[in-house]
Each structure stands twice: as structure tokens, then as C-alpha cells.
């Protein structure tokens, strides 16, 4: 048996250990109760994607931390964590979020595009995808970085928000080469061409103006820029018509 110091030593010591576990325990309670508080604050899931979506977009999924992503919208990491369990299912709602808009921006234009012939929705589609690129050059960075890594994210990507777009675009150059006015190409090989081209001026925005002296993003280059795309991507594949 203990004797009356020996116990009384361990009281005092099982005293404080209790005392740091319940100073412990009511910390963590008001740091869940902090994240919950600013996670109830409207729009912070929105507030955070946005953020994950730029940062992922100019730095890459591996060079983004979850803290660095709180950060940048003034709350703590537990909020992020308390939305998003994993780093992973932020990127992918992120680009959720991202293609969400782009359907949103597009969906007028693509109204009109049953109305015209095939050279001309040709052109109205390639004009789009400029400016869809300069209004949203998240997408350009991105499309950029995961095609160059491939994996995982990349075959998400591909299969759950790429591939209508893509499949929209194959169909428009299999159509306008059926119908005899372009020459027959390889509609894969000119999507990649023409994503490249309406994106890669915005992706490398920093260097575009120092070339030309002017933001890539101003109207008038964006305007320019998509008259260069249609001029370069198919007055060489347009066949010339017969009579008159």
C-alpha cells in the first residue's frame, strides 16, 4: 500500500493531469466552435473554393496546402477541413465549380450555333473558346498542368467535365467535313491545336505583355486574338467553292 505522502503525490499529479486534459479538451472545443462559426458564415464554402480553384490553377494540386488555402480566405484550416475531408475532394469540387461557370457563360451562345451552317458555327465556337479562355484562365493553367502530369486527376477530369466539351467540338469538325466544306483532318489533333492557341495567350500573360505591350486580357486583344484563331485554323482547311 501507498503510503500518505507517496498518495498525496499522486493525487496532485493525477489533479494537474486532469486539469491539462480538460484545458486541452476545452481548447479543441472552442477551436470546433470557431470553425463551426465561420463555417455557417454565408458563402465561406464558396469564399474557399474560389480560392482553391486560383491557387490550384497558378501553383498545381502538389504545391497547394490546405492551410495555405484557409489562408488566403481568413479562416482557419479546420474550416477547410470541416467542408472538404481531403485535399483531393477540394480540387475536384473546385473544378466542379470552375465548369459550372463555364456551362453558365456558354450556355447563350450555344442557343445560336443550331441556326448557322457548319463553317460558321466552326467560327462562332472557336471565337468562344477565346473568350472563355480570357474570362476563366483558370481553366487554360489547369488543363495545362494536368495534361503534362496525367494520372488520377487527369482522367477525372477528362471523364466528368472535359470530354462533353470535347466531344461538342470533334462533332463540329466531322460534320462541316462531311458536308464538303472542310478539308478532312483529324478532329482530336485540331482540338488540341485550337485549345492551345485560345488558352496559351493568357497562360503566359506576363510574357504576352511584355511582347506586345498591352494585357492579353484587354478586349481588343481578346477580339484580335480570336479573329487570329479562325483566320489561322481554317482558311487553310476551308475548300474553296465551285461556280460563280
Known amino acids: 500500500m501507498m503510503n500518505a505522502a507517496v498518495a498525496a503525490r499522486v493525487d496532485r499529479t493525477g489533479s494537474r493531469l486532469g486539469m491539462a486534459i480538460a484545458k486541452r479538451l476545452v481548447a479543441e472545443r472552442r477551436r470546433e466552435g470557431s470553425a463551426k462559426d465561420a463555417a455557417a458564415r454565408p458563402g465561406t464554402r464558396d469564399r474557399l473554393l474560389s480560392a482553391a480553384l486560383s491557387l490550384f490553377a497558378d ?14 480566405c481568413g479562416v482557419s484550416q479546420s474550416v477547410v ?11 475536384r469540387e473546385a473544378m466542379r465549380l470552375l465548369f459550372d461557370r463555364l456551362t453558365r ?6 442557343d445560336i450555333l443550331s441556326d448557322l451552317d457548319e463553317i460558321s ?32 486527376r487527369l482522367d477525372w477530369l477528362h471523364a466528368e467535365l472535359l470530354a462533353p466539351h470535347y466531344e461538342t467540338l470533334t462533332r463540329f469538325f466531322t460534320e462541316a467535313a462531311a458536308s464538303g466544306k472542310l478539308k478532312p483532318c483529324s478532329p482530336s489533333m485540331a482540338m488540341i491545336m485550337i485549345q492551345s492557341a485560345a488558352s496559351m ?44
Open 105 to 110: 457563360e456558354r450556355a447563350p451562345r450555344i
Open 121 to 152: 458555327r466552326l467560327k462562332v465556337t472557336l471565337r468562344s473558346m477565346v473568350q472563355t479562355a480570357a474570362r476563366f484562365p483558370e481553366l487554360g493553367r489547369v488543363v495545362m498542368r494536368e495534361g503534362a502530369v496525367g494520372g488520377e
Open 81 to 91: 477541413l470541416y467542408y472538404f475531408t481531403t485535399k483531393d475532394q477540394l480540387w
Open 201 to 244: 495567350l493568357f497562360n503566359l500573360a506576363p510574357l504576352v505583355e511584355t511582347l506586345i505591350g498591352r494585357s492579353p486580357f484587354d478586349a481588343e486583344v481578346v477580339e484580335e486574338q480570336s479573329n487570329l484563331l479562325v483566320e489561322i485554323m481554317l482558311t487553310g482547311l476551308v475548300l474553296p467553292t465551285t461556280g460563280g
Open 59 to 72: 501553383r498545381g494540386f502538389d504545391s497547394v496546402t490546405t492551410a495555405e488555402i484557409a489562408l488566403a
